[in-house]
C-alpha cells in the first residue's frame, strides 16, 4: 500500500502537483483513518522517495523490497545509496530475520565490504553439504557486547552467551544455542568446546572455539577423530 501510495504521489508531482500538496494530503488521510499511523508528511515523502528509487530498478530488486517491512525499507534506501549493496542486505534481512536494529547495525558495520572466510569446506565437507552453503564472515560484528580491549577468551564467551540474541542475529537464523563448554572425551581425554550450536539447515552440530590469540589446530584434529551425534 505505501508503495502504491508512493507512485501516486510521484505521478501527480509530474502533473504540477507541489510540495505543499503532501502537507494537505497528510492531513486529509490522518482525519479519514483516524487512529491509524504511518501518514505523516514525513512519511509521505518516503513513500515518493522509494517509488522513485524503484522505477528504474530492475525487477529483482522490487520483488525483494515486497518481501520487508516499510521500517527496514526505509532505513535501508536513506542509508544503502548504491543498488547492489541494497540487494545484499535485503537478501540477509530475509535470510536472516534481522529486526532493524540488526539491519541498522550491519550497514553502519558496513558488513557488505566484508570479504567471506577462507576454509577448506570444498576438502572437507560432503557434497550435500557444500551445495547447502555455509555463509560465514570473516569478521563479525561483536561491538554490541561492549567489550573492554584486552579481554579474555573467558570474558567474550560470558559476553556472547549473556547476549545470546545479540549472537544468533550475526551468525544467522538456522543457529540454535545448545550450551558452553560442552564436554568430550576422546582417547581417554577430555575436551571442551566453547561454544556449541545446532545448524537447522545442516541438521548438524558446528562447534565453536573462542581465540583471542593466535588459533592452534589441535581442535581441528580432535573432531577429524569423531563424530559426537545429535544433540540430547
Not at 40 to 61: D, F, V
Not at 108 to 113: I, R
Not at 186 to 211: G, M, N, P, Q, T
Request: no cysteine; charged share 25%; hydrophobic share 40%.
Amino acid at each position: 500500500m505505501y508503495l502504491n501510495l508512493g507512485k501516486t504521489l510521484l505521478d501527480q508531482s509530474r502533473n504540477g502537483w507541489g510540495d505543499s500538496v503532501i502537507d494537505k494530503i497528510s492531513l486529509d488521510l490522518q482525519v479519514e483513518f483516524n487512529g491509524i499511523k504511518g501518514f505523516s508528511t514525513r512519511n509521505l515523502r518516503r513513500m515518493k522517495m522509494l517509488a522513485q528509487e524503484l522505477e528504474s530498478q530492475t525487477e529483482i530488486l522490487p520483488q525483494l523490497v515486497a518481501e520487508l517491512p516499510w521500517g527496514h525499507l526505509v532505513l535501508l534506501f536513506e542509508r544503502a545509496k548504491e543498488q547492489k549493496n541494497r540487494q545484499f542486505y535485503i537478501r540477509k534481512v530475509i535470510e536472516n530475520g534481522w529486526s532493524k536494529a540488526s539491519l541498522e547495525e550491519n550497514i553502519k558495520f558496513e558488513l557488505h565490504l566484508k570479504v567471506p572466510i577462507q576454509n577448506n569446506f570444498v576438502k572437507t565437507l560432503s557434497v550435500d553439504f557444500q551445495e547447502l552453503g555455509l555463509d560465514f564472515q570473516d569478521v563479525y560484528n561483536l561491538s554490541f557486547l561492549e567489550l573492554e580491549r584486552g579481554h579474555s577468551e573467558k570474558q567474550l564467551e560470558t559476553a556472547l552467551v549473556a547476549q545470546i540474541t545479540g549472537t544468533l542475529g550475526q551468525f544467522g537464523k538456522d543457529f540454535a544455542f545448545m550450551g558452553r563448554q560442552f564436554s568430550l572425551e576422546v582417547s581417554d581425554k577430555e575436551y571442551f568446546v566453547d561454544l556449541l550450536f545446532y545448524h537447522r539447515k545442516l541438521k548438524s552440530l558446528i562447534a565453536i572455539e573462542l581465540k583471542t590469540v593466535e588459533f592452534k589446530t589441535e581442535l581441528q584434529n580432535i573432531f577429524s577423530e569423531i563424530d559426537i551425534g545429535p544433540p540430547e
